[in-house]
């Protein structure tokens, strides 16, 4: 079985801009999950998705956003780009994202802002 | 507020003997707990989970310890390997609602031959 995507693997973008980075989840996994990883702060939970619907959202600013398709891929946005956002996005599926569930992580898109 | 402590930045132990990494949390919420490992340029690789209703999760090489009362847990590997070298996080996470990891800061564990 094919593990969880993610494209691109690397992004380098100027403050201002905005990015859009996609998930696509292990098949049969209708949950995802988004979370940023720095040094400062470690890795930390963005927001959740089921079923197209946001049932979940951490300690973010607006200025990230997210969505999900009828397939269950995912797509996460950050506007307004600012030098603190450069970090690891890593996107996690799971089949419900309830209970005992264990949610499986992509390899990550490494977003650099200049 | 960190809800979820690793408070060993890094941890070298020699080939063959055991490797125990610990994790602390706060949150009496939290009854689901997970620990990941990671490489470099990947993303976390999930290696062994409990539920509060256990104190033991065995798995191969792998046994994960869960204390209650002192809301500690800790993840022994016996006998450790050379490819077990990464960072390693405990997450937790509550099991009513939908899934929400909070992770600790990762323990950098170093196997030396």
């Known amino acids: 079985k094919a593990g969880v995507t993610q494209t691109p693997r690397y992004l380098i973008k100027t403050r201002g801009q905005q990015v859009t980075l996609s998930c696509s989840p292990i098949?049969?996994?209708?949950?995802v999950s988004w979370y940023q990883q720095t040094p400062g702060q470690g890795l930390q939970f963005l927001f959740e998705y089921f079923s197209e619907t946001q049932r979940n959202k951490g300690n973010f600013p607006g200025r990230f956003s997210g969505r999900q398709f009828s397939n269950s891929r995912s797509e996460m946005n950050v506007s307004t780009l600012e030098l603190g956002d450069s970090a690891l996005y890593l996107c996690a599926s799971s089949k419900e994202g309830r209970g005992l569930d264990t949610q499986y992580f992509g390899p990550g898109t490494r977003l650099t802002v200049l | 507020d960190q809800q979820v402590k690793q408070n060993s930045p890094s941890l070298s132990v020699q080939e063959g003997r055991i490797s125990i990494l610990n994790c602390d949390y706060t949150n009496s919420m939290f009854d689901y707990f997970l620990w990941y490992k990671k490489y470099p340029a990947e993303g976390p690789t999930f290696l062994i989970s409990i539920s509060s209703i256990k104190d033991k999760n065995e798995d191969g090489r792998f046994t994960v310890f869960l204390n209650k009362s002192a809301k500690h847990l800790s993840l022994h590997i016996v006998p450790s390997q050379p490819g077990d070298s990464a960072v390693y996080f405990c997450a937790a996470s509550a099991l009513q609602g939908a899934q929400k990891l909070v992770f600790g800061q990762g323990t950098r564990l170093t196997i030396n031959p």
């Open positions: 098949s049969g996994h209708r949950s």
